[in-house]
């Protein structure tokens, strides 16, 4: 396996993009096996850029304004939190900036009733990560946050409400979810015992392991969208212009190395047969001239070598290196 030129050491992230969230998780685990003994120029420049925003919250402006400014926020919060946590998990204890940028989060909590517990999130109508679906996504991402932090914190009485709030709002919409966004709060559940309950936990791994493709990967195609979501637009995007589609799934870098990822924290042996079929997709698949693996948009044909190409295919790398680093 070539090691991914992917974890892309070049330093140019946005703190608020979901695939600098995606390399922050993965790049860490690729250390050891590259003999490193510190983390890379291009983590210390990503934490360094998310610390400054966490210490600087009440000064620093929205990365979008107007009515895009409020989710704007709401998403920065939880990625900054969710990225600074994962960094002191490895410690098993919370640092001053994580504990920080988790109490920046905290308050932007939703309370309105239809979407109490969860967080304002981008919504630019693009799958996966900023759609209509996307809260859900987003609150999930909030609990991987929580997973993260010491017990101590976790039984905390001024943050015992918000738990609450968290979890009642990820099982309360569990049902109406996509198998990916389900995935996500799955791989969640691993680290905040209770999240979800047993039956539910059973009923998505037995889910997305009939969804397995017969070459072992998974198709985010086939996962992205539920019943509810069908409109002339989503129909549009699936048929005509996405890159894969539910009667031409094409398995993936990103389904199968997040549902890789969630079914082994959910407890899945790493001897079953779908995980070992989905790790054999992955080491077959990935491309040895980069170190990529390959994603497909569901929002549009894209140029995968640059510009907004490259997103789904660095996200795509990164829960694979977690899957196969696991």
Known sequence: MAWPGAARDHGTFCVSCHTSLAYALSRPKLRAPLGEGAASAGE????????KRVRLWKEVQPFYGGQNAAPSRGTEAV??????????AASGSLSADGRAALDNMWPLQRMAQDQQGAWDWIQFDNEPWEAHDSQYYGASLAALAVGNT????RS???????LERLRDYLNREFARQSPLN????????ANWPGLLGPEQRAAVVKEL???QQADGGWSSASLL???RDWSVATLRNLWIHSEASPLKPRSDGYATGLITLALIRSGVPEADDHIQRGRAWLIGNQDQSDGKWPAYSPNGKRDHVRGE??????????????????
């Open 44 to 51: 210390r420049q990503l934490l360094n850029n998310v610390v």
């Open 79 to 88: 990625l900054n939190a969710l990225i600074l946590t994962s960094y002191d």
């Open 150 to 153: 010491p017990q101590s914190y």
């Open 156 to 162: 905390a009485p001024e943050i015992r409400n918000r």
């Open 182 to 189: 389900q995935a996500v709060v799955l791989w969640a559940s």
């Open 209 to 211: 392991l009939a969804s």
């Open 225 to 227: 969208w539920t019943w």
């Open 309 to 326: 190409g490259l997103f789904m295919n660095d996200a795509a790398t990164a829960y694979a290196v977690l899957a196969l680093m696991e």
